[in-house]
Nanobody, 120 residues
Framework: QVQVVESGGGLVHPGGSLRLSCATS????????MAWYRRAPGKERELVAR???????DYADFVKGRFTISGDNAKNTVDLQMNSLKPEDTAVYYC??????????????WGQGTQVTVSS
């Protein structure tokens, strides 16, 4: 079993900052990639930022220059620093992990989500 747990959500004013954290545990041989997705009310889940274990990162256009993804391969954790938050960033944010098992198979795991609300 693999567990993925997010933390750090909350209520923030427009222009403010929040830092989300994601920790993984369980039967993981190696992490291939970690990512943050979000789902706003009435919308589909969308990719926010992704980081490969080798280092390259990828961001959705709507967060470029405002959000930064970073991770610790040794600890199997990934953070999302969110600056200059806007009301349209309000959503449930999910951590996604693609990992390899001891037998070399690739699996996906999701966290339960953390609510981010940007409002004055």
């Amino acid at each position: 079993q693999v567990q993925v747990v997010e933390s750090g959500g909350g209520l923030v004013h427009p222009g403010g900052s929040l830092r989300l954290s994601c920790a993984t545990s369980g039967r993981i041989r190696s992490i291939n990639s970690m990512a943050w997705y979000r789902r706003a009310p009435g919308k589909e889940r969308e990719l926010v930022a992704r980081m490969l274990s080798s280092g390259p990162t990828d961001y959705a256009d709507f967060v470029k220059g405002r959000f930064t993804i970073s991770g610790d391969n040794a600890k199997n954790t990934v953070d999302l620093q969110m600056n200059s938050l806007k009301p349209e960033d309000t959503a449930v944010y999910y951590c996604h992990v693609n990992f390899s098992s001891a037998l070399g198979y690739h699996y996906n795991a999701w966290g339960q989500g953390t609510q981010v609300t940007v409002s004055s």
